[in-house]
């Protein structure tokens, strides 16, 4: 990996800035190739291919720091010489660091060499089948968005402290967004989403199936009831409610910014003694595993929440030094943007109830499958329609229900969670279960 | 570049259109007295849309040389056959359209070129420390600058050929105040199409920073909104939201295809007599508008087009597919973001056409109502029409006066109904997106403004 043209092209700028009197250096360089197939109201779409290579180059100048980039090669020279310009320019901070180099073991399984001659037309036959599965599990069910596509990345980083890493990856992505029709009555719109590293990993049937199943689910939706009380998150919805909270709030920059709430909670309850919230980078084949970070830094498994309690924040070299605490290795983003900080394969551990049996004992309850509206990632505050939603009635499923709202904290919902299904779905690349909510208010439409 | 797109378009039998884009971007951010970016970014390629068998494909290159955009053209072109025999509507054909040439400049007297970087990163870092310094409950303080530049050329198979610039800066602040663990926020940001000194012509850094500062404090000390259905007096930034995201997603013609509430209300009434809605490539009624557009991606000339007249729904929004389609003349409204971007159907600066009523007239006469400026957190808009957006600020309105700012409210309804209510529009005209970037998949600059409207809506808050 390391001879690559890639490579090789980090390894020139990474002279050419040091040429320029940048005292560290740092580029990270990017190859993609992606083709992708898009579906509109049952029909094919425009195809699309593309190919690029991207170098960013961040350079440093007594703590002083500079980033440019481009996706043409020949213009390598002057993007060198504009990082410099840039860095010289700025003012000094003492946390402008860059990684020291670190060793470590390639994950397993993020490449397929069959994806390199994957082609349009490849791509075109699964995107026809993305429809012909809808088709045969219902004539109801109509396809009115879907997609499927291929990237094939290659990822190289160089810096001035000896760091040199590279590492190819495929991900084959497909979706489908469904509405069913019978009669007069008309679904909401249900989404199912699958992702593989391998063209055999393709897995169309059950997304598209899952898709299809819960649109026809909330035909004869009719509004609900309302009450304040228990509600079940489908792993999307959870994803959708209390996704962008977690990642706030336990994303260091945040922290740094005084925005954060969980800034001064490390090793304190923030969450019910049921939640176990974990990062793992090196998930085998996982769709946002990778073996180094934007700047470099091995990847591993973390936990962020153990048993209730906060345990680690989400750092990249920046906020690890400004903070005093060790790197976890999240620096995120990819040769177009400074490191960000970012989760990779997020994952709320399954509890041992199954979801039947969380419904099992609700006398009243909302089970929601989607959800659509805002979530305040700062007070918590959260507030949107249930989509897709059935009402609980005595331990079962009555009937789905339309138009119905839901409020409530995020904070508190996390505090006072009252179950955790043994069931999980991939939610893109976060694995997530059923959670049940407490003294939620729902209100009819 | 130009005459190889051309003699490559020429020589190509089947329909083709080149696009070659070259993207300067510079970002200069400052939190609490740090820098946070300060970057620069270039992008340069060339998009290729070939129609083979009534289908599309598409493929973008970085490689400029001739054989280079070649094999993007026979990629965009075996792209489209493979999905040739399962198409099945298939594209019948692309509405004629006023094919344009020439070559079409910034019109600035101030490039953003003529102007180092040393001087925009003193005045964000000035501005961010004006910010922090300007009371003592500020919490948190930012202020930004980006600036986009676009060279492009777009040749097709009918003709159309042109050498097209654009320059857009943009300048942002944030203030968070905090008090006894409570916090607010409040943003304000400016944009224009043109150079530095268009950017501040209308609000000043200084300005900005003041009315962003005081409105995050004074948030802290305000009652929240009480819900319910009000008269209220909407200025030209929610005006410009509502035009934009509420109604003008909803006359895009590939989302009334898709099954918009629209479809079949043209020559309909959808709003009161008084409401005129447009989207134009020019910035009508005052300067700088943000989503100037000469020349679509399409290569077809922009033109102001007449989506409500005095309350009836006149015209959606086209590319060349869908003006076929509906077998009207396309209206200038493809737009491609990047290189690698194919065109979709986008707006460009969308607005209510000014009125007679002079604005203090308009507040005079609520007896019991609400004064809400710009747009705040959170919004959501259907293509039915429904939405909901936070208000950046509230005040009421009692007995005809502006009085006091309230938090925390939402304006929601459906679009149309809430204009259908409209009793009186406004005299004045500002363009208000501010640095807004409209998303569809892919990025757009757009502006959107209007005068002031008097009408009635739902305000969501908290329960008496």
Not at chain 1, 8 to 17: E, I, M
Not at chain 2, 77 to 93: E, P
Request: net charge negative.
């Amino acid at each position: 990996m390391t001879d690559s043209h890639l490579m090789k092209h980090c390894q020139q700028a990474l002279d050419s800035t040091r040429r320029h009197s940048a005292d560290e250096v740092e580029v990270f360089g990017q190859t993609q190739r992606t083709i992708s197939v898009e579906i509109e109201k049952a029909d094919l779409q425009t195809t699309k291919s593309q190919q690029e290579t991207m170098i960013g180059v961040r350079a440093f100048t007594n703590r002083q720091v500079g980033f440019s980039c481009s996706n043409s090669i020949v213009d390598l020279e002057s993007v060198c010489l504009d990082a410099v310009k840039l860095a010289k320019a700025s003012p000094a901070d003492p946390n402008n660091v860059l990684p020291q180099p670190d060793p470590f073991e390639p994950v397993v399984g993020l490449y397929d060499p069959a994806a390199e001659s994957y082609s349009a037309s490849d791509a075109v036959k699964r995107a026809i089948e993305i429809l012909e599965i809808a088709a045969a599990y219902d004539k109801r069910v109509i396809v009115g968005n879907g997609a499927i596509s291929v990237n094939v990345v290659e990822r190289c980083i160089v810096n001035s402290n000896g760091l040199a890493a590279g590492e190819r990856g495929s991900v084959f992505s497909y979706y489908a967004l469904t509405t069913a029709r019978d009669g007069d009555q008309v679904s909401n719109m249900a989404f199912d989403f699958g992702a593989s590293r391998t063209v055999a990993g393709i897995e169309l049937e059950p997304v598209v199936r899952n898709a299809c199943e819960r649109a026809l689910g909330s035909l004869g939706a009719a509004p609900g009831e309302s009450f304040s009380g228990q509600i079940i998150l489908s792993p999307d919805a959870v994803s959708d409610i209390l996704g962008g909270l977690l990642l706030f709030q336990t994303n260091a920059r945040n922290v740094l910014t005084g925005s954060s709430r969980w800034g001064d909670k490390l090793g304190q309850a923030i969450a019910h003694s049921s939640l176990t919230v974990v990062d793992d980078a090196r998930l085998e084949e996982g769709v946002a595993s990778s073996s180094f970070d934007r700047e470099g830094v091995p990847r591993a498994r973390r936990e962020i929440i153990r048993d209730g309690e906060l345990v680690s924040l989400f750092h990249n070299a920046y906020t690890s030094q400004a903070m005093g605490t060790p790197n976890t290795g999240h620096a995120s983003g990819g040769a177009r943007s400074i490191p960000g900080i970012g989760p990779t394969n997020l994952m709320v551990l399954p509890g041992d109830v199954s979801k039947d049996d969380l419904i099992a004992d609700m006398k009243q309850g909302l089970l929601v499958t989607r959800y659509s509206g805002h979530a305040d990632p700062i007070s918590g505050d959260f507030s949107g329609v249930a989509k897709g939603a059935f009402l609980i009635k005595n331990g079962k499923i009555e009937r789905p229900v339309s138009g119905t709202l839901i409020a409530g904290n995020a904070f508190d919902a996390l505090r006072q969670l009252s179950g955790i299904s043994s069931e999980t779905a991939r939610v893109f690349s976060s694995v997530l279960p059923y959670l049940r909510l407490e003294s939620i208010s729902v209100t009819a439409g | 570049m130009q005459k190889l797109l051309e003699s490559i378009a020429a020589s190509t039998p089947d329909w083709v259109e080149l696009r070659y884009q070259a993207r300067r971007t510079k970002e200069i951010r400052v939190r609490n007295g740090k820098l946070e970016e300060s970057s620069s970014k270039q992008l340069t390629g060339v998009g290729v849309r070939a129609l083979v068998d009534g289908v599309f494909g598409f493929a973008s290159t970085t490689d400029l040389a001739e054989d280079g955009i070649r094999r993007a053209v026979a990629e965009a072109q075996s792209s489209a056959r493979a999905a040739a025999s399962a198409k099945k509507q298939k594209i019948a054909g692309l509405a004629p359209g006023r094919f344009a040439r020439g070559t079409f400049p910034v019109q600035t007297d101030d490039p953003l070129d003529n102007h180092p970087l040393e001087e925009k990163l003193a005045l964000v870092m000035k501005t961010e420390e004006s910010v922090r310094n300007a009371s003592d409950a500020i919490a948190s303080s930012m202020a930004s600058f980006a600036e986009i530049l676009d060279e492009k050329i777009i040749v097709n198979s009918d003709g159309s050929s042109v050498h097209l610039f654009s320059s857009i800066p943009e300048f942002r602040v944030v203030a968070v105040a905090q008090q006894d663990g409570d916090q607010t926020m409040s943003m304000d940001s400016t944009s224009v199409h043109g150079g530095w000194a268009d950017l501040f012509g209308i609000r000043t850094p200084e300005t900005m920073v003041e009315d962003c500062v005081q409105l995050a404090v004074d948030q802290l000390s305000a009652p929240h909104a009480i819900g319910g259905n009000y008269t209220v007096v909407l200025d030209p930034g929610l005006v410009g939201v509502l035009s934009h995201e509420a109604i003008g997603h909803t006359v895009e013609a590939d989302i009334v295809l898709g099954g918009a509430v629209t479809l079949d209300k043209i020559g309909k009434r959808v709003a009161s007599d008084l409401i005129t809605m447009c989207d134009s490539g020019k910035s009508e009624h005052a300067s700088g508008a943000t989503g100037i557009l000469a020349v679509d991606d399409e290569g077809i000339e922009t033109e102001r087009t007449v989506l409500i007249e005095q309350g009836i729904l006149r015209s959606f929004l086209h590319n060349r597919e869908s003006a076929a389609h509906f077998g009207v003349e396309p209206t200038g409204n493809a737009r491609a973001y990047e290189y690698s971007d194919e065109p979709l159907v986008r707006m460009r600066n969308t607005y209510i056409e000014p009125g007679e009523t002079p604005v203090d007239e308009m507040i005079a006469g609520v007896k019991n109502g609400l004064y809400l400026k710009g747009l705040g957190f959170g919004g959501q808009a259907d293509s039915n029409a429904e939405f909901m957006f936070g208000v950046r600020e509230a005040r009421r309105i009692v007995d005809g006066k502006i009085g006091e700012l309230v938090r925390g409210a939402t304006l929601s309804g459906n679009a149309f109904e809430v204009l259908e209510s409209a009793d009186a529009v406004g005299n004045d005209f500002l363009w208000s997106l501010g640095a807004g970037t409209c998303g569809k998949g892919q990025a757009a600059k757009v502006d959107a403004g209007g005068p002031h409207i008097r009408c009635v809506a739902t305000i969501g808050g908290r329960q008496e």
